[in-house]
């Protein structure tokens, strides 16, 4: 015990951190972690966390160095692809990898969570946490951090015997989550895999979701990775809801995929679908606005109005069930807004010009039809904008 007293303000970190950053390594790259490593992992940075009093700030710096050389080294996979459907393919493999190592790596880290020299940042992507420490000691300790991160594995010895009464609960709580870690994997994996919504998902309360290291891993990715290539994700995803809105072959998983890497992307508590809604909503309602108006206007044009209201109202009904495989339904209002818009009320004069000779022929199939699609102007969303 007093040898490990002795070393609270010298080496403490650096004699234990090395041979932990070792299984940090492999929990990112996927690797097998043994339950020994697991429970040591938690027991070291317990340990550390107790002995050096801004160990917490050191085990936060070195992490935020090793993710972003992981995210790095993904973001060198995903931008070597040229082709469009490529890109999306090798971005879903990495995100999704990466979004399941981000429900489970920040568990051994929750002592973070109670040290004041960890927050929360309160300012969106960037910087994901704040350090708070007296005067110049904190900038001389997280340069020592930031420079150990690289150092060879060492062995915590008799210090850590001396701790070990001292860190009985670290003990007791690697062994408890270690028993769920293999359950906790699977379902983040489920959570990435297309299977099931990802608004139901994001429903469920993830238990590391307010963990600073958990926000660190997503605000990280959204630097390094999704902010550099989010417009060609995007472009690309328009382009195959394109050739699936003219019949031609599509890969709808692709879309699926990266629509829920914007969805789990957020690290906002506030505003889950804060990313997803300022990013992929917006960028697929510009889409479906450009394309139908377009196409409306050629139909119309050549196939007059009455083969355009059969027209419109088929293509009405087919986005909505598009709707539901390719965005969260929080959209469906403002896309069905959208549509209404381009496919009805852009050409309402038009189509109102043809009821006085419907109801003067009995042609009571093309009036309800009419009205169908009036009624959608004046009691559904597109009414708005009537005023």
Excluded at 34 to 53: N, P
Excluded at 217 to 225: A, Q, R
């Amino acid at each position: 015990m007093l040898r490990a007293i002795g070393k609270r303000d010298r080496d403490i970190f650096e004699e234990v951190w090395p041979d932990k950053r070792r299984i940090v390594l492999k929990l990112l790259r996927q690797d097998t972690v043994s339950q020994r490593e697991w429970q040591d992992l938690f027991f070291g940075v317990h340990f550390v966390c107790l002995w050096d009093e801004k160990g917490a700030a050191k085990i936060y710096d070195c992490l935020q160095q090793d993710i972003v050389e992981f995210i790095v080294q993904a973001q060198s996979q995903v931008q070597a692809q040229r082709g469009e459907q490529a890109l999306l393919a090798t971005y879903i493999v990495e995100w999704r990898k990466f979004f399941t190592q981000s429900n489970y790596l920040p568990l051994p880290f929750r002592q973070l969570e109670q040290s004041p020299q960890v927050k929360p940042s309160s300012s969106g992507s960037s910087s994901s946490a704040s350090v708070s420490a007296s005067g110049a000691s904190t900038s001389a300790a997280a340069a020592a951090a930031a420079s150990s991160c690289s150092g060879q594995a060492g062995k915590s010895g008799a210090s850590t015997s001396a701790a070990a009464g001292a860190s009985t609960s670290a003990a007791a709580a690697a062994a408890s989550t270690s028993a769920s870690t293999s359950s906790a994997a699977a379902a983040a994996a489920a959570s990435g895999s297309g299977s099931s919504s990802s608004s139901t998902s994001a429903s469920k309360k993830n238990p590391t979701e307010d963990s600073p290291v958990r926000k660190l891993m997503l605000d990280s990715w959204n630097k390094h990775i999704f902010h550099d290539i989010k417009h060609r994700l995007q472009e690309s995803a328009m382009k195959i809801v394109h050739a699936e809105r003219n019949g031609d072959a599509y890969d709808a998983q692709l879309v699926v995929g990266v629509r829920e890497s914007y969805v789990n992307l957020s690290s906002n508590a506030e505003d889950k679908l804060e990313i997803y809604r300022e990013n992929f909503e917006m960028a697929y309602l510009k889409a479906t606005a450009e394309f139908y108006r377009l196409k409306s206007a050629e139909q119309q044009q050549e196939n007059g109005v009455l083969a355009y209201m059969k027209y419109a109202d088929s293509k009405l009904r087919e986005e909505e069930v598009r709707a539901k495989r390719y965005l969260e339904p929080s959209s469906f209002s403002i896309l069905t807004y959208t549509l209404v818009n381009v496919l009805i009320v852009d050409h309402l004069n038009s189509i109102i010009a043809e009821c006085p000779a419907l109801i003067r022929d009995y042609e009571t199939e093309r009036l309800n039809l009419m009205f169908r699609l009036m009624d959608r102007v004046m009691h559904g969303v597109g009414g708005r904008m009537l005023g």
